[in-house]
């Protein structure tokens, strides 16, 4: 059964926006590629003193379960050089599930919903250019809901 997944990516080193594209464009090997945000810059959030971030959020649909979808976009950030040397630090590619249908999944090293994407503007702020009505399956609230309670801060400006 085919669903729609909701993934942030983002990036904060070297080409920023060649390392989205990259990305994204894997994305179609997984799923039929549905919907990809317009990037947006963004302030880093739990780790400050590093450079800024380039952030999307790409919809796909695919048949593929949630945990395959993990294991595939760790795949593609190895691929792509990613070395986790410091929790939230300088990465040249990120990708999280944020959504999944409207599964709730709670497993070692898997949840979804993601479990701060309610609090991060940069993941709702594109996750409402191209899904305003994607629901929160444990919230009860779409993403435009989420949004708009935001507390302000978190710059983030759409390119």
């Known amino acids: 059964m085919r669903e729609t ?17 990259a990305a994204v464009a894997q994305l179609d090997t997984v799923g039929h590629l549905l919907a990809v945000s317009a990037l947006y810059e963004t302030q880093p959030v739990d780790v400050p003193g ?5 952030n999307c959020v790409a919809a796909i649909e695919t ?14 950030e190895a691929v792509m050089g990613r070395l986790r040397m410091s929790k939230k630090g300088p990465r040249k590619i990120d990708i999280d599930v944020v959504l999944f ?11 979804i919903p993601h479990p701060e994407m309610h609090r991060r503007r940069f993941v709702l702020e594109p996750l409402v250019e191209i899904a305003p009505e994607a629901s929160h399956p444990e ?5 435009q809901e989420l949004l708009a309670a935001l507390a302000p801060g978190q710059t983030v400006r759409r390119l």
Request: hydrophobic content about 40%; glycine content about 10%.
């Open 5 to 21: 997944a909701y993934l942030s990516l983002g990036s904060n080193l070297g080409d920023r926006a060649a390392n989205l594209r």
């Open 50 to 54: 590093q450079p800024w971030f380039l």
């Open 63 to 76: 048949d593929k379960t949630p945990r395959e979808l993990l294991q595939f976009a760790l795949r593609v």
């Open 101 to 111: 249908g409207d599964r709730v999944v709670d497993e070692p090293g898997l949840k």
């Open 139 to 143: 919230l009860g609230k779409t993403a």
